[in-house]
C-alpha cells in the first residue's frame, strides 16, 4: 500500500510540476529577456531561470556545469569559435550596438573617444577576458589610435567582467566614461542616469545570436522559445538591440 501511495505521489507531482529551463544570458539583455521570459513562461506553463553575466564566464560555467538549455551571449564570436559544438540551433534575434556610455547630461563635457585619457575623467572598462563588452572595448580603441593607446586606457582604468557593472559605476558617480552596448542606456532603471554617444563610424554593430544547447533537457521547449523571441525581433529593436 505504501509503494502504490508513493507512486501515485511521484506522479501527481511530475503531472503538475512545471518544466524548469536555464538560460545563460549575457548582462545587458536579462532586463529585456526577463520581459519576454515573463510572458512566454505565462502562455506556456513552463519556469526560465536566468543566470547571467558576462559572456565568457557563462560559456565557461556552460562547458563546466553542462545544465544550460539556452545561450545569449553580447557577440556572435563565443557561439561562431565555438570549439566545443555546444549549439543544436541559433537564430539572430538584434544587434549589440557599442557606444561612449556617459552620466545623464554629459557633465564632463566628454566628446570623443580621445577622452578616455583626460586627466580629470575617471573611466571603467569591461575585463578583456571576461566578457563581450570588454573585448568589443578593445577592438575600438585599438582600431582608433593602436594598441598603445588601448593599453594607456586600460592601465588607467577601473575594470569589471560585464556592462550592468559599468553602468553602476557611472550611476553612483564612481566613473565618467566607458564603452558599453547602447541597450543599457533603455533600462527602465538607467535612462535617467546615463547617456551615449554615437561611435557607429568605429565600432560596427555585433550579431546577437539566442542558441539551443546541446545539454537541454527540454530541447523542444527551449527552440519554442527561441522562435519565441524571433518573433519579437522589433520589440527588442524598440529596446535599443
Partial sequence: M???LFFLLVLITSLFSKPILKFYCGSTMSEVMGELVHKFEKENNVKIVIITGGSGKLYN????KKDADLYLPGS???IKNDKNKLFLYKRLIGYNKAVI???KSNPKGIRDLNDFTRDDVRVVLGNENSGSVGKIAKK????FRGEKYYKEVYEKAIKVDN???IVNLIKTKKADISID???VVFSKDNKNYIDYLDIAY???KQKLFLALVKYSQYPDIAKKFIDFVFKNKLYLKNKGF
Avoid: F, H
Fill in 202 to 204: 568605429i565600432a560596427p
Fill in 101 to 103: 556610455l556617459v552620466a
Fill in 163 to 165: 556592462s550592468l557593472e
Fill in 61 to 64: 560555467q556552460i562547458t563546466e
Fill in 2 to 4: 505504501k509503494k502504490v
Fill in 140 to 143: 575600438i580603441l585599438i582600431r
Fill in 76 to 78: 556572435q564570436n563565443y
Fill in 181 to 183: 552596448w547602447k541597450a
